[in-house]
T-cell receptor
Framework: ETGVTQTPRHLVMGMTNKKSLKCEQH?????MYWYKQSAKKPLELMFV???????ENNSVPSRFSPECPNSSHLFLHLHTLQPEDSALYLC?????????????FGPGTRLLVL | AQKVTQAQTEISVVEKEDVTLDCVYE???????LFWYKQPPSGELVFLIR??????QNEISGRYSWNFQKSTSSFNFTITASQVVDSAVYFC??????????????FGTGTKLQVIP
């Protein structure tokens, strides 16, 4: 596979469930990102990892828990979510976390919280 | 603080018409980067172009062209002879550095383009 992949593509979960989103990049990049895209709102940066170290946590509620076991994989663990957390969750990667780098995005996971 | 404004929420054009998507940005950084992404209905953001703040040369790639005007803080995107496959949401983005020295990307709210056959 090439580029950035995300699984699952669609997820429906109840507020008491625990689930995880997975992202994998095949580009040899060292930085990875989680974004949330809600209807009618700009993309919201959630987390940034550089060389497996978290370097940005954008005031995200603790019910979202990221994990970066290596530079190719990024997870977003979900628990006790709220209906307003329903959104498209996008993963991205870039060569480094410097400002000149282009971020390449995966297809996203469309999450619905009931 | 960084800000990106895409004032056009939705645009509809008839196939083969030209269309320009506007992007205005605000930043205090002297070095920054501007991007355009395309998001088709499938959801994935597709990278289109990156420009740095020191390069104001306009760029053309096939039917796509970009006009970077630092004096007006604008980075507009024109599609010539639009096609139905151009229908998507287009995002303009601005990249600078956060307080920790890492990339901080601010996206606009997007412009939904519908090309009617």
């Amino acid at each position: 596979e090439t580029g950035v992949t995300q699984t699952p593509r669609h997820l429906v979960m109840g507020m008491t469930n625990k689930k995880s989103l997975k992202c994998e990049q095949h580009l040899g990049h060292n930085a990875m990102y989680w974004y949330k895209q809600s209807a009618k709102k700009p993309l919201e940066l959630m987390f940034v990892y550089s060389l497996e170290e978290r370097v940005e946590n954008n005031s995200v509620p603790s019910r979202f828990s990221p994990e970066c076991p290596n530079s190719s994989h990024l997870f977003l663990h979900l628990h006790t979510l709220q209906p307003e957390d329903s959104a498209l969750y996008l993963c991205a990667s870039s060569r480094t976390a410097w400002e000149k780098e282009t971020q390449y995005f995966g297809p996203g996971t469309r999450l619905l919280v009931l | 603080a960084q800000k990106v404004t895409q004032a056009q929420t939705e645009i509809s054009v008839v196939e083969k018409e030209d269309v320009t998507l506007d992007c205005v940005y605000e930043t205090r950084d002297t070095t920054y980067y501007l991007f355009w992404y395309k998001q088709p209905p499938s959801g994935e953001l597709v990278f289109l172009i990156r420009r740095n703040s020191f390069d104001e040369q306009n760029e053309i790639s096939g039917r796509y062209s970009w006009n970077f005007q630092k004096s007006t803080s604008s980075f507009n995107f024109t599609i010539t002879a639009s096609q139905v496959v151009d229908s998507a949401v287009y995002f303009c983005a601005l990249s600078g550095l956060n307080s920790g020295g890492y990339q901080k990307v601010t996206f606009g709210t997007g412009t939904k383009l519908q090309v009617i056959p």
